[in-house]
């Protein structure tokens, strides 16, 4: 639904438990657009990290992980 004007309220109209989520691909492109080009391999490995993770608690772990080694030079990338 990324970018599709008037797409997520039309869906969640007809289906109302729906929740609209942005592409992951799309995710770490966005992300990697304020990373550094020498650190872009590692920002991307260590958020892949996160999309693959197998349940939820991994996933928050590895997001943890990510905040910890990133924030200080790329702060909006772990709150997005």
Same mark, same amino acid.
């Given at each position: 639904m990324d970018r @599709? $004007?008037?797409?997520?309220?039309?869906?969640? $109209? #007809?289906?109302?438990?729906t929740r609209a989520q @942005?592409?992951? #691909?799309?995710? #770490?492109?966005?992300? @990697?657009?304020y990373v550094s080009y020498k650190d872009r391999r590692a920002v991307a490995a260590d958020l892949k990290a996160i999309y693959r993770a197998a349940t939820a608690t991994d996933a928050e772990?590895? @997001?943890?992980?990510?905040?910890?080694q990133w924030d200080a030079r790329y702060p909006t990338i772990s709150k997005s």
């Open positions: @599709l $004007t008037g797409f997520p309220e039309a869906i969640e $109209t #007809v289906f109302s438990q @942005l592409c992951l #691909v799309h995710l #770490v492109h966005n992300a @990697l657009s772990a590895a @997001l943890m992980n990510f905040a910890a």
